[in-house]
């Protein structure tokens, strides 16, 4: 099993920044991959961005390309998202989670709100 926290959410403007941390915890050995992805009310959750665990290798959607950045940070076993140039609709409930099997996101985050005010 794997554990997943999730920090850093909370209130900011149109143009400011947070940064997401998402601390792993149990059988990370397991882990090959980590991302983020999140909620809008009254909308499907969506895929956010990716990283591999051992090279790092990136992945982001359209949306947040050149605006949003995860890293990890494995000696601490969490990953985190630095948001940027925040605008209204990137407001959502940011969920972390955990690949231990390819193509399947094994683990969730209970989620984090983020929240972006005009």
């Known amino acids: 099993q794997v554990q997943l926290v999730e920090s850093g959410g909370g209130l900011v403007q149109a143009g400011g920044s947070l940064r997401l941390s998402c601390a792993a915890s149990?059988?990370?050995?397991?882990?090959?991959?980590m991302g983020w992805f999140r909620q809008a009310p009254g909308k499907e959750r969506e895929f956010v961005a990716r990283?591999?665990?051992?090279?790092?290798?990136?992945n982001y959607a359209d949306s947040v390309k050149g605006r949003f950045a995860v890293s990890r940070d494995n000696a601490k076993n969490t990953v985190y998202l630095q948001m940027n140039t925040l605008k209204s609709e990137d407001t959502a409930v940011y969920y972390c989670?955990?690949?231990?099997?390819?193509?399947?996101?094994?683990?969730w985050g209970q989620g984090t709100q983020v929240t972006v005010s005009s």
């Open positions: 989670a955990a690949a231990t099997v390819v193509g399947v996101w094994t683990y």
């Open positions: 149990g059988r990370t050995g397991s882990i090959y991959r």
């Open positions: 990283i591999s665990w051992s090279g790092g290798i990136t």
